[in-house]
């Protein structure tokens, strides 16, 4: 079963970097297109960054040039690297698996992140 739990989230300051983890069951990142979707209160969901199996990346312009998006097959973790962070950046970000052959969505819990101006 597909299982995935995000982790590093916190409260830093506009400028500063948090590295965000997600953790997946068992050989399921290498063949499946993952991402990091994230939430602001009042706000709908947004996709922020994915990478294909083939490890093609895919960047929200409010992202591109400040976060990474990397996947480690061996840990079957994904990551966002977030640099520059500003308060806008303040959601709840969840990890995405999409599934390969049918494209059905899986979610973590997410996790909280807060940028202090």
């Known amino acids: 079963q597909v299982q995935l739990v995000e982790s590093g989230g916190g409260l830093v300051q506009a400028g500063g970097s948090l590295r965000l983890s997600c953790a997946a069951s068992?050989?399921?990142?290498?063949?499946?297109?993952m991402g990091w979707y994230r939430q602001a209160p009042g706000k709908q969901r947004e996709l922020v960054a994915t990478?294909?199996?083939?490890?093609?990346?895919n960047y929200a312009d409010s992202a591109k040039g400040r976060f990474t998006i990397s996947r480690d097959n061996a840990k079957n973790t994904v990551y966002l690297q977030m640099n520059s962070l500003k308060p806008e950046d303040t959601a709840v970000y969840y990890c995405?698996?999409?599934?390969?052959?049918?494209?059905?969505?899986?979610w973590g819990k997410g996790t909280l992140v807060t940028v202090s101006s």
């Open positions: 990478i294909t199996s083939g490890s093609i990346t």
């Open positions: 068992r050989n399921i990142v290498t063949i499946n297109a």
């Open positions: 995405n698996l999409k599934r390969y052959g049918d494209g059905m969505d899986y």
